[in-house]
C-alpha cells in the first residue's frame, strides 16, 4: 500500500520561503510522475506543481516562477520549494502522483501552510 508523508508547512509571512518534503514508500517511486497539490479552505484541490520520472516540470500559471518542484529519487522524496508567498497561498498541501486522472487511491495527512503577517 502507498503511503504519503507531507511535512514543512507552517506559518510564515507574506513574501517569506518554505520547504516542504514529501516521502513515498509502497511503491516504486523513481517510475512516477510525482506532483504537489493543494486545498484551500471552500476550494478544489489544484494540482500546482509536477515532475516526471525525467525531470522535467510544470507548473500553474499562479505559482510559476515562485515554487520549485524537485525529487531525490534515492530518497523516496519530492521537494516543493515556495518562495514568494503569498496570502493566497494559504492551503493545505498534498503530493500525489502528477497526473490527476492517476492519483494513488490514499492520500496522505498533508502539511498545512499559512500565509500571513
Known amino acids: 500500500q502507498v503511503q504519503l508523508v507531507e511535512s514543512g508547512g507552517g506559518l510564515v509571512q507574506p513574501g517569506g520561503s518554505l520547504r516542504l518534503s514529501c516521502v513515498v514508500s509502497?511503491?516504486?517511486?523513481?517510475?512516477?510522475?510525482m506532483g504537489w497539490y493543494r486545498q484551500a479552505p471552500g476550494k478544489q484541490r489544484e494540482l500546482v506543481a509536477a515532475?516526471?520520472?525525467?525531470?522535467?516540470?510544470n507548473y500553474a500559471d499562479s505559482v510559476k516562477g515562485r515554487f520549485t518542484i524537485s525529487r531525490d529519487n534515492a530518497k523516496n522524496t519530492v521537494y516543493l520549494r515556495m518562495n514568494s508567498l503569498a496570502p493566497e497561498d494559504t492551503a493545505v498541501y498534498y503530493c500525489?502522483?502528477?497526473?490527476?486522472?492517476?492519483?494513488?487511491?490514499?492520500w496522505g495527512q498533508g502539511t498545512q501552510v499559512t500565509v500571513s503577517s
Open positions: 500525489n502522483r502528477g497526473v490527476e486522472r492517476l492519483v494513488f487511491g490514499s
Open positions: 515532475i516526471d520520472s525525467g525531470g522535467s516540470t
Open positions: 509502497g511503491t516504486i517511486f523513481r517510475i512516477y510522475a
